[in-house]
């Protein structure tokens, strides 16, 4: 008996778990069933027969008939999608193997009904053998052709670990499409939002917008020249060590009983709150509140329903100008310019008892500028920084009267930065 790699390959392996089952099984009850060939080529069955040949358990063969290789292929292939517990996205990604197939089929098939008319009668004809196998290999996936789609999209553009959720079954192909979805929407609203700040010429003189990084450029704001920072750094595990600096300029900047107000992630406050109390003293942990929505946080088994707001301050200790409720009604985040923009309304309840009017409010990671734009609303002096240039001209757009939204209404998150499901 003859092993084909390439037919042998087009099935998915078992898992390690799946194949040792499979092996107690042929152990305990013998090869059930005959493998079956074409010739002398193994075409199914050839995990059983790895697991009989290795322990010497005795195996039958049924011989099947195929006009050509390629009958072979799309028999292996059926076959397993039925027989096997596959995911949606499995069974397509599985199935996908026979596009190829069916599109050559589908453009034979029209050659001949068109009495194999000259190529350039057939302009249309591509898309349409497309559409075809397309949705041939929705019929053995057992979805639509729609879905066949998406999930090819989604092997192409979305990041690994999204594809590996939707292979597993955690997420569904409709949810792994929409990461993708959602981005280039994005992408094309900050397109439209950047082109539009070329137009601005002049900012208000209670606003200062700077292009660099924070970190290496904060004493041109001059030492005690910001009253309070008002903050939403980036989440990520790389980001960790810059809270050090961070901590260090806030501590330069601010004028002395200055307050540092950060939105930061859940899982690392502990490594945060070590580097930022080198320069600044801690003074509260507040709660934003999710807006309609709760979380999944799987690494830590946590439903989580609030992002915590971490308050700093530059001695000497001083209380905030009014009284400050700690948990706070997020008015959930809007997404338009940027992938972390936060909500700009919930910002009001941090700004009304830590400032005053005329204040000078600094946001040194202002993404698509919401501190920034709430404080001009509050009559606040606001300086912003950012390193990406393109936020600084969605800034510029913001802030000159333009809003984030170039077209139709604000769309609420539904996702946390930590999170890798959300739920309602
Ligand atoms: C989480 S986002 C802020 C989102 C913002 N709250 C909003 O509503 O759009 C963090 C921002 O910090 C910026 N950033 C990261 N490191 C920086 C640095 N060293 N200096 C200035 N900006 C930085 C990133 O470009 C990003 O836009």
């Known amino acids: 008996m003859r092993i084909d790699p390439e037919l042998k ?60 290789r390629e009958d072979a292929k799309k028999w292996i292939i059926t076959n397993q999608i039925g027989r096997r517990n596959l995911t949606p996205f499995q069974r397509v990604e599985f199935a996908l193997q026979l596009e190829e197939m069916y599109v050559e089929e589908a453009r034979r098939r029209q050659a001949t009904s068109t009495g194999g008319a000259a190529p350039q009668l057939r302009v249309n004809f591509p898309e349409a053998d497309k559409a075809r ?14 879905q066949v789609d998406k999930v090819k999209k989604v092997l192409l553009e979305a990041p690994e670990e999204v594809v590996e959720k939707a292979r597993k079954g955690e997420i569904s192909i409709n949810k792994a499409y929409d990461v993708i979805k959602k981005k280039t929407d994005l992408e094309e609203k900050r397109a439209i939002l950047i082109e539009k700040a070329k137009a601005v010429e002049m900012l208000p003189e209670t606003i200062r917008l700077i292009h660099g990084d924070f970190l290496a450029e904060y004493k041109q704001l001059g030492e005690c020249s910001v009253d309070c920072i008002i903050t939403d750094p980036p989440y990520v595990k790389e980001w960790l060590h810059n809270y050090e600096p961070f901590a260090r300029a806030a501590a330069y900047v601010l004028k002395p009983g ?167």
């Open 9 to 68: 390959a087009l099935m998915p392996p078992l898992t390690e778990d799946e194949f040792k089952r499979l092996e107690t099984s042929i152990l305990t009850e013998g090869c059930r069933d005959a493998l079956v060939v074409w010739g002398d080529v193994l075409v199914d069955g050839h995990n059983r027969y790895e697991i009989c040949t290795k322990h010497g358990v005795k195996f039958e063969t049924i011989q099947k008939e195929f006009e050509t």
């Open 258 to 424: 200055g307050f540092l107000i950060s939105y930061v992630g859940h899982i690392h406050i502990d490594q945060i709150l070590d580097q930022m109390r080198q320069h600044l003293d801690y003074y509260w942990l507040a709660c934003l509140k999710h807006a309609g929505t709760i979380s999944a946080v799987h690494s830590r088994g946590v439903q989580c329903g609030y992002k915590p707001i971490l308050i700093m301050q530059k001695p000497p200790m001083t209380k905030p100008k009014r009284y400050f409720g700690d948990v706070i009604q997020g008015t959930g985040r809007e997404k338009d310019a940027h992938e972390w923009q936060q909500g700009e309304e919930e910002l009001r309840q941090l700004f009304e008892p830590f400032t005053d009017p005329g204040d000078v409010v600094l946001d040194p990671f202002m993404g698509s500028g919401t501190v920034i734009s709430m404080a001009q609303k509050m009559s606040r002096l606001a300086i912003g920084f950012d390193i990406d240039r393109d936020n600084v001209e969605i800034v510029r757009w913001r802030v000159s009267g333009g809003n984030t939204s170039p077209g139709g209404p604000v769309r609420w998150c539904e996702e946390d930065g930590e999170a890798s499901s959300s739920s309602t």
């Open 133 to 146: 196998a397309r949705d041939k290999i929705g019929e053995i996936a057992g979805v639509s052709g729609k």
